[in-house]
Antibody, heavy 119, light 106 residues
Framework: QVQLVESGGGLVKPGGSLRLSCAAS????????MSWIRQAPGKGLEWVSH????????YYAESMQGRFTISRDNAKNSVYLQMNSLRAEDTAVYYC????????????WGQGTLVTVSS | SYELTQPPSVSVSPGQTASITCSGD??????ACWYQQRPGQSPLLVIY???KRPSGIPERFSGSNSANTATLTISGTQAMDEADYFC?????????FGGGTKLTVL
């Protein structure tokens, strides 16, 4: 069965950095785009970024452009999110999500990892 | 930037039909998806490509999309359907979510 397991969340000070990881299993990783979606406490869903199946193409939400970097290691069935210059408003649960393809549905979600940006 | 608008809340009696709308400019020209999120859980895809149900999603969940509005319909609503529902579409290579609708079954 499809499993997506995030790790790397935690408490970080404003201006700090954090790297999230997502380990995927139960499917052919190289056939799928992968995405990060976040949800601030008590708020809705916000798309962060996604990456093509080979890692050649990446997309970012405007507010994350230049601060966040998505990458993947197909040999390790893993996707990552490097987050720099973190702000209080980046506090959220970050979900790793499988994307069937460009302009397609987000069909499997991980359990999420909480990132808290606070001094 | 593209926006999707949902009503903040919808209430329905058990066994009745619940309809949740999602509005966006020419949304009918795009595919709409719907996600269910129960308290404390991750979102779950319940409708994709406007009206298709993933494996394991009950038949009481259905979708439609036309003109500027996509609609998620839950027939014979059950207590377990009480959750937040989010619509989603793509615009210019980016993922857009609606603000979410809290469905209360009472």
């Amino acid at each position: 069965q499809v499993q997506l397991v995030e790790s790397g969340g935690g408490l970080v000070k404003p201006g700090g950095s954090l790297r999230l990881s997502c380990a995927a299993s139960g499917f052919t990783f190289t056939n799928y785009y992968m995405s990060w979606i976040r949800q601030a406490p008590g708020k809705g869903l916000e798309w962060v970024s996604h990456i093509s199946n080979r890692g050649s193409t990446t997309y970012y939400a405007e507010s994350m452009q230049g601060r966040f970097t998505i990458s993947r290691d197909n040999a390790k069935n893993s996707v990552y999110l490097q987050m720099n210059s973190l702000r209080a408003e980046d506090t959220a649960v970050y979900y790793c999500v499988r994307l069937v393809g460009a302009n397609a549905q987000l069909d499997y979600w991980g359990q999420g990892t909480l990132v808290t940006v606070s001094s | 930037s593209y926006e999707l608008t949902q009503p903040p809340s919808v209430s329905v009696s058990p066994g009745q039909t619940a309809s949740i709308t999602c509005s966006g400019d020419k949304l009918g020209d795009k595919y709409a998806c719907w996600y269910q999120q129960r308290p404390g859980q991750s979102p779950l895809l319940v409708i994709y490509q406007d009206k298709k149900r993933p494996s394991g999603i009950p038949e009481r969940f259905s979708g439609s999309n036309s003109a500027n509005t996509a609609t998620l319909t839950i027939s014979g609503t059950q207590a377990m359907d009480e959750a937040d529902y989010f619509c989603q579409a793509w615009d210019s290579g980016t993922v857009v979510f609606g603000g979410g609708t809290k469905l209360t079954v009472l």
